[in-house]
């Protein structure tokens, strides 16, 4: 079992708001494959990295799917379109190795 989680921007780089509906989109497309989803819309994480000596941050949403198979290929194609819709050069997506109890 594995534990898919990644990070969308809550605004673009001119920093308007992303649209509800594009994040109930994604909430719906994996609930579509996969059966279920868990998004953190209520509580953005806030992140912090140095670009070019500066300091950006920015609130994003967390979501997480668990899943039986990790299959690499959709979810680095996922990843590509999740990057071209938000417009980041990279979306951060991240696998952990899970267990249910």
């Known amino acids: 079992m594995h534990v898919v989680q990644f990070l969308l921007p809550l605004r673009d780089n001119e920093q308007r708001p992303f649209p509800r509906a594009d994040f109930e989109k994604v909430r719906a497309e994996l609930t579509e494959r996969f ?37 690499r290929a959709w979810w680095g194609c996922y990843r590509e379109e999740l990057e071209r819709r938000f417009q980041q050069e990279r979306v951060v997506m991240r696998a952990l190795g899970a267990e249910t109890l």
Do not use: I, N
């Not at 950006?56 to 299959?71: C, T």
């Open 35 to 71: 059966g279920g989803v868990t998004a953190f819309l209520q509580s953005p994480a806030m992140g912090a990295w140095k670009d070019e000596g500066e300091t950006v941050r920015d609130e994003m949403v967390l979501y997480e799917v668990m899943v039986e198979r990790l299959d």
